[in-house]
């Protein structure tokens, strides 16, 4: 499965290049260097070489590391080896080490603020069905999902950092200060979870007014469970499932780097070195966190999975 | 609790308030109406009955006649989590056991559903739920009623799906309902109903969906579990093989509205109301050479909203037009007797049924 999500997403980033008229490696080199050092650049980055040879050597430069040889000079990188970037002169695995515990603690404190707030607003809304909370909570929420993260980052920005001068809008690495960590991380977690929270809480509401028109419901009342018993065990188990699954395909997209938010914030990040890889046209790093984002999306998928079949055994037979 | 003892007190007091009845269950005019933006559903509409204990009553009519909202409103379930939703607007009075429901707090009656009295669904398979096993769902039952740990509950739980006829119960009480087969499922839900020896049983169409040999069997499940507990049973059902088999008393319900009662033999022998008549008719009988098609009841059931003026059945009974005056359309018949413990709602004289019946109707059954 990973393997063929690699061959995948490698085949797109070889290709497209190729069929848009873009020559890697004179755009690496620059447009006015003479046609020797263009060669020897690509003999070195393997780029006349087939797809499948180009794809192999990536994927022994995983295990075994790769040197690149050509054009006169050697670069050494050390397995794990997930490319090298010659824009920025630096291997990519480092580059993803340092950023993913920044883009996932994001993306887990985030999911944490809008799983609390998104789903117990809907459980609520759902049950004061019409009432004047219910109007409001969904009023609340279809701004949440219509306002652009770019737009609410940079009105709390503006109002906590420069307004109020709440937080200083700085990121301090966890292993320098958890104090400072969280302090910066609050108004990205705000930002990002306001979003999903408002998502959450109009799949919750739906799910939990069908839920509780369920014959099972009715019997649950039947034998005599208190009200809040029957909400709080027989209707939330089967909420959780489509929430369940929503989490996981939103945290695996997240994991791969919330851009919009870390840009905004200034978090060292995945998504803010995907946006100036981008910027660079520095294929190396594009690669490597897009490969980090497939992996991210399908471990949260398989998590889902596992979950799913401990929540609802109907899945465990089929 | 103040509501409950007032009304308890109320017997033999000038306060309006009828006096408790001396049967174990009695429902009296009740009424069960739902407001729609399309006008107010009158499902049930002044129904009354009594049921003593060890005795069933079958209650059978078409679809939207009113039979389930009748057992749900029993069970207080019309009132109980109803959000946001506009509510049911119940009035009568319900007595079990000498209390009256209606009028209790509605947390005393929660208590009472499922230990005094419980229900059987139709359709187990969507009123048990999905992610539990049965035996935990048996467990929930009897743990709500009873201060017991776990294992004794489950000792419990495996007791009642062995009484209910479940083969290797100690092995199936772990599994989940969607690896029972129909009649299991059935029998689940029957034990589950039953684990708290309720003293009010009502079965909602136990029996449709299952095939013919099952349905015989869980019907005679219900009987020996009546004699051994001696509950008093609701049977609810448009099938009147179920009722023919299983009750004491039947109450015809058309419309929301109850248009004929009284012992079962009575009820299926010398019927007195024109929809019993249509009922009877369109049953496929084996027991009697068939000359001619099962005679269908012309027409459909009645909008619950726009209940035809006079008698809700008059404009699919092909007698209406024989009482003087336009009466059937103008004046709502009351349940007059029409044998002893037998009743009949409809305009026609007394003695004009009988020869219809026995001249009309009763030789093409």
């Known amino acids: 499965m990973l393997v063929v999500i690699v061959m995948v997403v490698f085949s797109i980033f070889f290709l497209v290049p190729k069929w848009a008229g873009v020559d890697i490696a004179s755009s690496f080199v620059g447009k006015q260097a003479d046609p020797a050092a263009v060669e020897g650049v690509r003999e070195k980055l393997g780029l006349a070489d087939p797809i499948y040879v180009q794809v192999w050597e990536f994927f022994k430069g995983l295990f075994a590391g790769r040197t690149y040889v050509g054009g006169g000079d050697v670069t050494h990188c050390s397995a794990p080896c997930f490319g090298y970037s010659f824009r920025s002169e630096q291997a990519v695995w480092p580059v993803l080490t340092d950023r993913f515990p920044v883009t996932l603690g994001l993306a887990l404190g985030a999911a944490v603020l809008w799983l609390v707030i998104g789903v117990s607003a809907g459980v609520l809304s759902a049950l004061k069905r019409g009432s004047l909370w219910d109007r409001s909570v969904m009023v609340v929420a279809l701004s949440g999902v219509s306002l652009p993260i770019y737009f609410t980052a940079l009105l709390s920005l503006s109002i906590f950092v ?37 998502m959450y809480a109009r799949i919750t509401r739906a799910t939990m007014l069908e839920v509780l028109g369920e014959d099972y419901i009715r019997t649950a009342r039947a034998k005599g469970l208190k009200e809040q018993t029957v909400i709080s065990k027989h209707a939330m188990r ?9 989490l996981g395909m939103d945290l695996g997209a997240l994991i791969g780097g919330a851009i919009l938010t870390e840009t905004a914030f200034n978090l060292p990040g995945l998504g803010q070195a995907v946006l100036n890889a981008i910027r660079n046209q520095d294929l190396p790093i594009i690669l490597g966190v897009t490969l980090i984002t497939s992996l991210a999306v399908l471990i949260a998928n398989l998590v889902v999975d596992v979950l799913y079949a401990v929540i609802d055994p109907r899945v465990r037979l089929s | 609790m103040t509501e409950l003892s007032k009304s308890g007190a109320a017997v033999g007091e000038p306060t309006g308030a009828s006096p408790a009845p001396t049967a174990f269950l009695e429902v009296r005019d009740l009424k069960v109406h739902f407001p729609t933006d399309d006008g107010l559903v009158k499902s049930v509409d002044g129904l009354s009955f009594q049921l003593e204990k060890g005795k069933t009553l079958g209650i059978v ?18 009132t109980a989590g109803q959000y946001g939703k506009r509510k049911a607007q119940i009035s009568g009075e319900i007595w079990l056991d000498g209390t009256e429901l209606l009028s209790a707090d ?11 009295m419980s229900m059987i669904f139709q359709d187990p398979l969507s009123a048990l739920h999905p992610y539990y096993t049965i035996g935990q769902q048996i467990v929930e039952a009897y743990r709500i009623h ?25 092995k199936r009480v772990d599994s989940h309902p969607h690896e029972f087969s129909g009649g299991m499922r059935h029998r689940a839900m029957i034990a589950m109903a039953l684990v708290n020896n309720p003293e009010l049983l009502i079965a909602d169409e136990p029996t449709t969906a299952l095939d013919v040999t099952v349905q015989a069997q869980i019907l005679d499940l219900l009987r020996d579990l009546q004699k051994e507990f001696g509950s008093a049973i609701i049977v609810i059902t448009h099938d009147l093989g179920v009722v023919a088999e299983l009750a004491d008393d039947i109450l015809v319900m058309y419309g929301g509205r109850c248009v004929e009662r009284g012992p079962a033999e009575k009820v299926f022998y010398e019927p007195r109301h024109p929809y019993t008549w249509g009922l009877l008719g369109s049953m496929p009988r084996l027991d009697r050479e068939q000359q001619e098609r099962l005679i269908p009841v012309k027409g459909s059931p009645p909008s619950l909203i726009n209940i035809p003026s006079g008698c809700a059945f008059n404009p699919r009974c092909p007698y209406a037009d024989l009482p003087k005056d336009n009466v059937t359309r103008t004046v709502r ?31 093409k059954l």
């Open chain 1, 162 to 198: 420069f307004g109020l001068n709440w937080f200083d809008g700085q990121y301090t690495p966890l292993e320098d200060s958890f104090t400072g960590w969280f302090g910066g991380m609050i108004l990205p977690w705000i930002t990002l979870a306001f979003l999903y929270a408002a």
């Open chain 2, 333 to 363: 018949p009351e349940l007059a007797e029409v044998g002893s413990r037998h009743w009949a709602a409809c305009h026609l004289g007394k003695e004009q049924r009988e020869r219809i019946w026995t001249e009309e109707i009763a030789p």
């Open chain 2, 146 to 170: 009873h201060d017991v740990d776990k294992k004794t509950a489950k000792r419990r739980a495996v007791e009642m799906l062995d009484r209910v006829g479940i083969p290797q119960p100690d």
């Open chain 1, 238 to 246: 089967s909420t959780m499932t489509p929430i369940l699954t929503m």
């Open chain 2, 61 to 78: 009519g078409e679809s939207g006649s009113g039979k389930s909202v009748t057992s749900l409103g029993i069970m207080g379930l019309h």
């Open chain 2, 106 to 116: 509605p947390d005393d009656v929660r208590k009472l559903r499922g230990r005094e």
